[in-house]
């Protein structure tokens, strides 16, 4: 069984690195080629862009999504349940969507473009969009710290800010950095966005080598190293989670109850928990009805159902597929913590890090000799290697909370490995697997890139009919396209929310 | 829990594989960089006449289009390569993908400077780069040189999108072959000492800014101003009001013009009806459909240019440059680049 | 009682974690059938290590553990915990808590495969644990003594011939500590199951089981006089 798995792992890890060793192959060779190129000066200039938008873009997305998360999960107050609900809308629009609606209403409103697309908007419209992926995990955090411990906190005298300095901050800060960092590898990766609001990052460097001059090899040489980087991001995260993880280890979780907070209290919090929801979704939607509603015109929803039905069919298949593979993952380092698998493993996700076109010609690379470059097959692929971290560490993190004491118990009880698994491990992780489903629906919804380069005929989404209309610079014909993938994402929210992706404990609370 | 799970994979395999296996007897496949609903209006109009079936992969990005017919090889399932700008089309015949196209029907219709001189590839459609100022603050002897961007008159008063950009790049690289890498870089660092602002936003944008009063001067293409001088949205038309175009360099060497053209791959399997297909775009129906469509400037002789643009004249273009885009375009960001032209 | 086959019999069991000493250093014990045991120990010596070790969660380094005479741990030897029939009630009682009442205690009934008298089964153990109207019941909604009742029933419904107590009762209140442990000991007269119990606490050693060892230095020494237990 052991060696099964251990060969399941390495062959995982082999499809998923087969893209970046193709690019580095690629890379390697552009480096004795003396073609004019982009100058050093220039990119180190787009290296540090990129590092000051990270550092904005990541510390604003754990400031949003850490205030409503706290509020939601330690209080109670009127409304609590909507915040919950709207801290995780962002998630249903792509920040590029969100870029383009925001500038392209000012505009019109007349403020000067050149006052808008500038780093310090750039980050904001990153920081509330990327919200979600870190107001998922600490809620989670917060909502699952000890009721005995936070008790015991109060008995030695210390007031509700120490607490949190002491002991909520502290227990809910691996999950917090591990959103931010997810949040950080979409910002880094990310083109669309920052091509739109003139930021040069390092991913423009990549684009401009290739298209500018025409250096693919050079293009693969820098995403490679943006590979590298957030590798080293990500193992960081790791450390952090594995020394954390010790502080609530073997223990089962007794739950905590809510604090009532009056209104008024409430207000400053409630302030920032709504900025992202309103910005990044509420708004763009209601400019968007606008514009569909001035246009009246019937037929512009016809030529969104046929995209908006392939991006449904592609994005629910792949997450599926993105699921099951993150608890294999998962249950072979549950099993196996053997350091060098499950360091392996990890890079094997990284696909995540790479952005996407140049994603997409590693794959290109490696599909065209089986003539698999636009089929289906090929997009899945690329949609699992892209995507994979999303269902492993949402899975493992939540993993990682379930005491081990209930495996050993129920191996007592006379379940073998796979029983704990099947009766224990997975009902239990019932909530993180629809909120992995979910998370990747959502980003496969919003893929440009890879989906563009790898497409069979006749083939479009929801996203590229959107970008298209909008580099033909017809920003008010994205509103059906833009509002339908907006209602998906929203529909695949709340449907999780339905089945308790986002209510942690919920159920558990109302019996006290 | 397992099994709910493996139901449910299976169950949305079978919605999403059901929707894409459609085969047809007679069909063409085409691999393009444009993206315009005039695109698919000729698509479907050739079908509806010769019944061949139309199946289209669109990839925005000329290069990452040519790295997808290369990765292919022999295997590729595209007929016909449609992209816009010459450079791209010189770089694909340089790889390698394409056949010769051996169609009378073709050089009758298109002049030769807008084919490929080893019969390759041809020209489909054009748009001018052309200047767009503000009527009360400037005069059209200003800025009849895209050289007089440069000068120091119009300091602050300069809009131009980002060299990231393709038009921006081709540009460049005929400025470059037309008056070598000096003159370039004394022109772009002039350019750019002149600038409203940051050189960002597409054409349109630069077309606001004006309007807003950002700038008074940008490059833009004719496409999107013919675009708006036709719109039926009052607001663009609102836009429009204090802005005029003039075509540049027309007593030198033309105003620079962006190619669309097509050529058929060396591995086609459906040569015959890719070759159909591009006599069909170059036939006087398929030029008029241009021209009223995309509001692109046709290449055959005998059919009009866009309605709204012939107020402003017929344009001398520059041919001559065209050649010169796809070898030069490295050399010519280099030297953007280096001007600090973002 | 007959001690024809002992419940239980460790022979000179070592067992030290990785990075520490030996927890368990040469450790010897005999439990009868039905009997009760009691380990009294300070807390950090390495009483739950022996519990995990007798389960089987631990693998030994040398000497041998047998269950019902048959040998489980040695020192190349290791039945592991599924196929051990021990029961154990852990100190935080790990009631699982996606299952209800009824099935956190035929979870063990229905991994191995006796479906049939399950229902019955489940129904005598919510009986003789005082259980019986809570069968639908989430543990979210149970109190502490409720849970420790649930954990012990699910542990001894498997009918394991040994079943071990870690620090179950210690988080319970005064009250409530003796009136389940006097319904533990009820229990485990009518399965006949022996049992160990680890504690801190001399009086609940001495009112639970029938002898009473003290562990120190990875040994076990019986305490025979009242005086002992006081040391």
Redesign the interface.
């Known amino acids: 069984m052991k060696i099964f798995l251990q060969i399941f792992i390495f062959a995982l890890v082999a499809v998923f690195l087969a893209p970046v060793f193709a690019l580095l192959n690629e890379g390697v060779q552009s480096l004795v080629s003396e073609?004019?190129?982009?100058?050093s000066d220039?990119l180190s200039r787009y290296g540090l862009t990129s590092l000051l938008l990270l550092a904005g873009s990541v510390s604003g997305a754990v400031l949003f999504g850490t205030s409503a998360a706290y509020l939601c999960a330690r209080f109670d107050f009127r409304g609590r349940r909507l915040i919950q609900w709207l801290s995780i809308l962002p998630l249903g629009v792509p920040s590029y969507l969100v870029a383009y609606t925001w500038v392209d209403f000012l505009?019109?409103q007349?403020v000067?473009?050149?006052s808008l697309?500038n780093l310090p908007n750039t980050c904001f419209v990153f920081a509330v969009c990327l919200s979600p992926y870190v107001f998922l995990p600490s809620f989670s955090a917060f909502s699952a710290l000890s009721g005995s411990l936070l008790e015991s906190a109060k008995l030695l005298g210390k007031s509700q800010f120490e607490i949190f300095r002491l002991i909520e901050f502290p227990l809910a800060r691996a999950s917090m950095f591990a959103g931010g960092i997810l949040a950080g590898m979409e910002v880094l990766a990310d083109f669309g966005t920052v091509?739109f609001?003139?930021i040069?990052t390092w991913s423009?460097g990549i684009?401009?080598s290739?298209?500018?001059?025409?250096?693919?090899g050079r293009a693969s040489l820098l995403a490679v190293i943006l590979f590298l980087i957030s590798g080293t991001l990500l193992f960081w995260e790791t450390n952090v989670r594995a020394k954390n993880s010790l502080a609530r280890s073997g223990?089962?979780v007794s739950?905590h109850t809510r604090k009532k907070l009056p209104f008024i209290k409430s207000l400053p919090f409630l302030f920032v928990a709504l900025i992202p929801a309103l910005v990044s979704c509420v708004f763009p939607a209601l400019i968007l009805t606008q514009r569909v509603y001035s246009k009246s015109d019937p037929e512009q929803w016809a030529s969104v159902v046929s995209p908006a039905?392939?991006t449904?069919?592609?994005a629910?298949?792949s997450s599926?597929?993105v699921?099951?593979l993150g608890l294999a993952m998962v249950l072979i380092w549950r099993s196996n913590p053997g350091k060098f698998v499950r360091s392996l493993a990890r890079i094997g996700a990284l696909g995540y890090a790479l952005p996407g076109?140049v994603l997409?010609?590693g794959l290109?690379?490696l599909l065209?000799p089986f003539?698999l470059?636009?089929s289906?097959f090929g997009l899945l692929l690329a949609y699992c290697i892209r995507f994979a971290t999303i269902g492993t560490s949402t899975l493992e993190a939540a993993w990682l909370a379930i005491?081990r004491?209930?495996d050993?118990?129920?191996?007592?009880?006379?379940?073998?490995s796979w029983?704990v698994f099947?009766?224990?491990t997975?009902?239990?992780l019932?909530n993180s697997?629809a909120c992995a489903f979910i998370l990747t629906c959502i980003d496969i919804v919003k893929e440009l890139p890879a989906t563009?380069?790898?497409?069979?005929?006749?083939?479009e989404t929801l996203a590229i009919r959107t970008?298209?209309l909008a580099?033909?610079?017809r920003l008010s014909e994205t509103a059906p396209s833009s509002l339908a993938m907006i209602a998906l994402c929203m529909t695949g929210v709340f449907v999780a929310e339905k089945l308790g992706a986002f209510g942690v404990s919920e159920?558990?609370?109302s019996?006290? | 829990?397992?099994k709910r799970?493996i139901i449910?994979?299976l169950g949305?395999?079978v919605?999403?594989?059901a929707?894409?296996s459609?085969t047809s007897k007679k069909s063409l496949?085409i691999y393009t960089t444009r993206?315009?609903e005039a695109d698919v209006t000729l698509a479907k109009d050739f079908e509806k006449k010769t019944g061949i079936a139309v199946?289209?992969?669109?990839?925005?990005?000329?290069?990452?289009l040519l790295?997808?017919v290369l990765?292919?090889?022999n295997?590729t399932?595209a007929d016909l390569v449609i992209t816009t700008d010459v450079g791209n089309l010189w770089?694909a015949a340089e790889a390698g993908i394409f056949q010769p196209l051996a169609s009378e029907a073709i050089n009758k219709a298109v002049p030769a400077a807008l084919r490929d001189s080893n019969g390759l590839w041809t020209g489909l459609a054009m748009r001018v780069r052309l200047i767009a100022y503000n009527k009360e603050k400037v005069k059209p002897e200003q800025v009849a040189r895209l050289e007089d961007l440069a000068a120091p008159a119009l300091k602050g008063r300069v809009l131009v999108r980002?060299?990231?950009h393709?038009y921006n790049?081709s540009l460049a690289a005929t400025f470059l072959a037309a008056s070598g890498r000096d003159a370039l870089m004394i022109w772009s660092k002039g350019v750019t000492a002149n600038l409203?602002?940051?050189?960002?936003?597409?054409?349109?944008?630069q077309i606001?800014?004006i309007a807003?009063g950002?700038g008074d001067v940008a490059i833009v293409n004719s496409y999107?101003v013919a675009r708006l001088l036709d719109s039926k949205n009052s607001?663009d038309k609102e836009l429009m009001k204090n802005i005029s175009i003039v075509f540049p360099n027309q007593k030198d060497r033309g105003a620079h013009v962006n190619v669309s053209g097509g050529g058929i791959t060396r591995h086609a399997k459906n040569a015959a009806h890719a070759r159909q297909y591009l006599e069909y775009l170059v036939s006087k129906e398929g030029q008029e459909i241009f021209a009223s469509a995309s509001k692109e400037y046709p290449v055959r002789a005998d059919v009009a240019a866009p309605a709204v643009l012939k107020a402003y004249g017929e344009p001398k273009l520059d041919l001559k440059g065209l050649s010169a885009i796809g070898n030069f375009?490295?050399?010519a960001?280099?030297v953007l680049?280096?001007a600090g032209w973002? | 009682m007959t001690k024809n086959i002992p419940s239980l019999e460790m022979k000179n069991v070592t067992f030290g974690y990785r990075n520490s000493g030996l927890t368990l250093a040469g450790m010897s014990l005999d439990v009868g059938e039905g009997e009760r045991i009691a380990i009294l120990g300070e807390s950090g010596i390495g009483k739950s290590s022996l519990l995990r070790v007798i389960?089987g969660?631990e693998r030994i380094t040398s000497g041998q553990i047998f269950i019902h005479g048959r040998l489980v741990s040695a020192e190349n030897v290791h039945c592991?915990?599924?196929e051990?029939k021990?029961?154990?009630v852990?100190q935080?009682?790990?009631?699982?808590?996606?299952l209800s009442v009824f099935e956190n205690i035929a979870?063990?009934l229905r991994?191995?495969g006796k479906q049939n008298e399950e229902r019955e089964r489940v129904k005598q153990l919510l009986e003789e644990f005082e259980l019986e109207g809570l069968a639908s019941r989430?543990p979210?909604?149970l109190s502490g003594g409720q849970l420790q009742r649930v954990a012990c029933a699910?542990?001894l419904a498997?009918r394991p011939e040994i079943l071990l107590l870690d620090e179950a009762f210690s988080s319970l209140d005064v009250g409530l500590r003796k009136r389940i442990r006097e319904q533990v000991i009820k229990a485990l007269k009518i399965e006949r199951a022996a049992s160990v119990l680890v504690t801190h606490d001399p009086a609940e050693a001495l009112e639970f089981a029938d002898r009473v060892f003290h562990m120190r230095d990875g040994i076990l020494l019986e305490a025979k006089t009242h005086n002992e237990f006081r040391q």
């Open positions: 073609k004019a190129t982009l100058s220039l505009v019109d007349g000067p473009g050149g697309r091509d609001m003139a040069d423009t684009y401009r290739w298209f500018g001059y025409g250096d693919r223990r089962s739950f039905l392939t449904l069919g592609m629910s298949v599926v597929i699921v099951v076109g997409g010609l290109l690379i065209a003539s470059t636009g289906v005491p004491v209930y050993e118990q129920a191996r007592l009880l006379g379940c073998t029983g099947n009766r224990v997975l009902p239990l019932q697997i563009m380069l790898l497409r069979p005929f006749n083939f970008y298209n580099s033909d610079e159920r558990s609370r019996g006290k | 829990m397992l799970i449910s994979l949305s395999a919605v999403s594989f929707a894409h459609e496949n993206h315009y199946n289209i992969v669109q990839i925005k990005e000329p290069a990452q790295a997808r990765e292919e090889k295997s399932q770089r980002s060299s990231n393709v790049q409203a602002r940051k050189p960002q936003g597409g054409d349109t944008d606001k800014a807003a950002e999107y607001a375009t490295p050399e960001v280099k680049d280096e973002r | 389960a969660l592991s915990a599924e051990r021990v029961g154990m852990f935080d009682w790990a009631v699982f808590p996606h979870f063990g991994s191995r989430s979210d909604t699910r542990a498997p």
